[in-house]
């Protein structure tokens, strides 16, 4: 499976690569909806802050998370919330383009009703999301799929709660399987504490994050803090 690495200077430099590809692969695919799932986390908080400054087709554009907390909207641990606050507040897209996590219910229920609606919005018993963006925490994992906990493991459904030893708590997350559908995933990956895990991390299996791939491209888009062990 092919990746394209791609380091550039800085997390601002991230987020306007991370634009630059959504543009081109808005372009080359004209007309329909075009379904993002979002990466929570600190990293794209300025992507999305830039996207709801750009001039894109929004009327095409559909909203997911490929994880979520499992807290109300509004709380400040919701990858909703910080999304809602860097480009959903200027942009007041019509609810049926944006597609949250109804995290504030039991877990299990909410990765229930989040793969039902997952089905509704494919029209599918998979998804395949145009663009996948992800993160990488410092232990390899990405979306909330941690190394050594149940979903790792989970084939049979795209959405799951998932249970995180260190946090003591469930996590809402898309399973490999839905986020290997893709047809590109873009990990944004930013700060020099990610840069101890990413040579292994790109050249073995060992962590969650080396796990992820699109069906057409796999970008791993590296600030140079990040980047800095590898060879
Ligand atoms: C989350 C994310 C998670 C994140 C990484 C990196 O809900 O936190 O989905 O996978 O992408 O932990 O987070 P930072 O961007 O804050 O370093």
């Known amino acids: ?41 600190s990293t794209p908080r300025r992507l999305y802050e830039l996207m709801a400054e750009a001039s894109l087709p929004w009327e095409r554009i559909h909203l997911f998370w490929g994880d979520e907390r499992c807290v109300p909207p509004d709380h400040k641990d919701s990858n909703y919330r910080m999304t809602r606050e860097a480009m959903l507040d200027r942009l007041k897209l019509p609810d049926a383009q944006v597609h949250r996590w109804q995290a504030e219910l039991d877990p299990d229920e909410a990765a229930r009703l989040y793969d039902k609606t997952l089905k509704t919005e494919f029209g599918a018993d998979w998804p395949q999301f145009d663009l996948m963006w992800l993160g990488m925490g410092e232990d390899g994992h990405t979306a909330s799929l941690f190394p050594g906990s149940p979903a790792l493991e989970r084939t049979d459904v795209a959405a799951v709660a998932n249970y995180i030893e260190k946090f003591e708590n469930h996590r809402l997350t898309l399973t490999f399987p839905a986020i290997n559908a893709s047809r590109h995933v873009a990990l944004l990956i930013s700060g020099a ?18 796990r992820v791939h699109g069906t057409s491209s796999t970008l791993f888009l590296l600030d140079q803090a990040a980047a800095a062990q590898l060879g």
């Open 1 to 41: 499976m092919k990746r394209d690495i791609q380091v550039v200077q800085d997390l601002e430099a991230v987020a306007r690569g991370a634009l630059t590809q959504l543009r081109r692969l808005l372009d080359s695919s004209p007309e329909g909806p075009f379904r993002i799932a979002l990466s929570g986390g």
């Open 193 to 210: 504490g990610k840069a101890p895990v990413l040579p292994e991390a790109l050249h073995s299996d060992h962590y969650p994050v080396s």
